[in-house]
């Protein structure tokens, strides 16, 4: 065998094996496995969809490390701890250290999911953008910022049911209706619960899930995101 047959050959040996690896990653990566295939090989030509989980996984880690340790120092609240009652939202309605956490988590979480999505998605992408969804008719349409603020500022009303507001939607074009990917950042407290999906008691989607909704309404796959188990298919 020649020098250049020989060279060929090993080429063709290395394009197998990275092939071979890269589908075994897909094959464990629920993140990869949403993706969709078109944008996923595009993505693989630099290792971009390999880097975009662990990124994102990193930015969970981050926002819970630096969330405790604002009232926790260096160890996680404990159980009792994340049931304390520390305020009152604008309804009335007690708010507790795990749901005062959870929200400061979100901040820093999102702050850094930008930051990656930026250098690492190459298509649109939007952060915490309300949707108002009519599940009968299958239609689905976004509620401005200034709307939302507006609907809020009203008070305890029920404007804002048959809305949703995804944490993460990964667009795959210029259509800001789809999702390619959908994903929400959990923060259990205490750090030993699982992260789930929210299911909602009351209106136009009781007894649904969220990523159920999320599903119907966006067409992408969705998917959590939380410090202890990284980007996680969580059935409803």
């Known amino acids: 065998m020649d020098t250049e047959t020989a060279a ?45 989980e662990k990124q994102l996984a990193g930015c969970a880690v981050q926002a819970e490390q630096s969330g405790n340790a604002r009232y926790f120092r260096d160890r996680p609240p404990t159980r009792q ?8 939202d604008h309804c009335g309605k007690p708010v507790t250290r795990a749901m005062q956490l959870g929200k400061q988590k979100h901040v820093l979480a999102l702050q850094c999911a930008e930051k990656v999505l930026k250098e690492l998605w190459p298509a649109p992408f939007s952060i915490e953008q309300r949707y108002r ?49 959908t994903l929400d950042f959990k923060f259990p407290c205490p750090d030993t619960n ?16 969220q990523r159920t909704v ?20 969580v059935k409803p």
């Open 8 to 52: 060929k050959v090993r080429h063709a040996a290395y394009v197998a094996e990275q092939a071979a690896a890269s589908a075994t990653r897909a094959a464990a990566s629920p993140l990869l496995r949403a993706i969709p295939a078109a944008m996923l090989a595009a993505m693989q030509q630099d290792h971009d969809a390999d880097e975009l």
């Open 81 to 88: 701890e994340c049931a304390e009652v520390v305020g009152q």
């Open 133 to 181: 969804y009519y599940p009968n008719a299958r239609f689905l349409e976004t509620i401005s910022r200034a709307k939302e603020s507006q609907l809020i500022a009203d008070g305890c009303t029920e404007e804002l049911r048959g809305t949703i507001k995804p944490d993460l939607v990964l667009h795959g074009d210029r259509d800001l209706l789809k999702s390619a990917l």
């Open 194 to 209: 699982e992260p789930t999906w929210t299911r909602y008691g009351t209106g136009t989607f009781a007894g649904m899930s």
């Open 214 to 233: 999320y599903e119907e309404a966006l067409g992408g796959k969705a998917l959590l995101i939380s410090p202890r188990t990284g980007v996680k298919e």
